[in-house]
């Protein structure tokens, strides 16, 4: 052997070797990462045989558990996951996190958060794939993608999950209001009020809330016998609010307005005084969320409630209940809190 060679071989020696990983392990065993995580997890949902095949992988190969796959072994980590959506909605957002992290606080638990830039199933499955990584023992689910991917199913089938009025997989808890009777009841106190006809500042089509109060704001005109107009499609800021509100503004037959959150409702009732519309005497506005901007609106703004911090608490306390059914529904009835932004319609 020449110099040069043995040189190369004492290098190729004193060169660390590279830890097994996961993927490692998966391969050996044949079987996925997810199965493997599921495994050291001891998730019924595993195959006997599997698991055996999976620590088999795992003696053969030294695979070292890092914290967080002794986490997942064990399956406590006193950790909850929320995943957030940064757009749309900054005071409820910023609302059930702190209802969350309360809740969780005082059961013991850290609270772990994953965002998402934007509706996007990719983007949703890392999130939950980092959040089962991280082993928590449970996730909140504050997201409103309307499809659900079976990577997704699979997390939130292994770890407790609760969405509020967002995404639904076959295994996760569902909590929230009944929007679509939120829509009604918003559109049905215009009506009350002697209104003919109720146009509608729609959230985003993406949205499960969205999609479900126009519906209620559908069907309860349908029910008058009234056929509904053209929505009007706002992205949940006041400015898509201010935006929709000039292009109402215009049309003089105009009485009443359902917007679909506070944050669109103060766009639209600028946009109207700018246009030399008076809120409620030419135009009664109704919105839902009542976030607490709402009660100090010039008017004070009629809505249908949400307590977004009463939610996050609410999600924790039903995802670490012990005898809570999967596929559970609870749904909370939407209540009006009725102010100065409606009024009847000022007589022809």
Known sequence: MTPRERSAVTKATERP?????????????????????????????????????????????????????RVL????????GLVLLQSGGYYSRSAVTAGVEAAAGEAGYAVSIATIARLDTGLMERSLSKLADQGVDGIVIAVPLISVTQKMEDITRDIPTVTLD???????????????EAGRLATQHLLDLGHRQVWHVAGPDEWIEARQRRQGWQECLAGAGISAPPPLEGDWSPDSGYRQGQVLAMIPDVTAVFAASDEMAFGVIRALRERGRSVPDDVSIVSVDDIELAAYCAPPL?????????????AVALLLREDGAESEESLVTATLSVRASTAPPRAS
Do not use: C, W
């Open 166 to 180: 967002g995404s639904r997989t076959a295994s996760a808890r569902v909590l929230g209001i009944d929007q679509k």
């Open 17 to 69: 070797t590279r830890q097994p990983s996961m993927a490692d392990v998966a391969r050996t065993a044949g079987v996925s990462a997810q199965t493997v995580s599921r495994a050291l997890r001891d998730s019924p949902n595993v195959n006997p045989e599997t698991r055996k095949r999976v620590l088999a992988a795992v003696e053969r190969l030294g695979y070292r558990f890092n914290n967080a796959a």
């Open 302 to 314: 009629t809505t249908v409630r949400q307590d977004f911090y009463r939610s996050g608490e609410a």
């Open 73 to 80: 072994s064990s399956g406590r980590s006193h950790t909850i």
